[in-house]
């Protein structure tokens, strides 16, 4: 069982910044990836980023590349999103994911923190 817990949103201007955190525990804890996904109001979750646990590897969406930055602290188990130049259309909740070491689907999910961006 892996437990995923986000922290780090709230309100802000555009053009702010935020940095989410997301901390991983568990005995099963093992990732080949984490990645960061948002679901606003009305719409499906989508995509933000993506990071290769061993190697670091990052990929991002269109809408947010240049501007989001994700990171992880591997002995920390604990991967961030660093948020800049925000857009009111970046008001979601952000979920933290894991994708197990034998997976290719992201398997295990946090709570969800929210971001409002305000104009």
């Known amino acids: 069982q892996v437990q995923l817990v986000e922290s780090g949103g709230g309100l802000v201007q555009a053009g702010g910044s935020l940095r989410l955190s997301c901390a991983a525990s568990?005995?099963?804890?093992?990732?080949?990836?984490m990645g960061w996904f948002r679901q606003a109001p009305g719409k499906e979750r989508e995509f933000v980023a993506r990071?290769?646990?061993?190697?670091?590897?990052?990929y991002y969406a269109d809408s947010v590349e240049g501007r989001f930055s994700i990171s992880v602290d591997n002995a920390k188990n604990t991967v961030y999103l660093q948020m800049n130049s925000l857009k009111p259309e970046d008001t979601a909740v952000y979920y933290c994911?894991?994708?197990?070491?034998?997976?290719?689907?992201?398997?295990?999910w946090g709570q969800g923190t929210q971001v409002t961006v305000s104009s």
């Open positions: 990071i290769n646990w061993s190697s670091g590897t990052t």
């Open positions: 994911a894991s994708r197990g070491m034998f997976n290719t689907v992201f398997n295990d």
């Open positions: 568990g005995r099963t804890f093992s990732p080949n990836a």
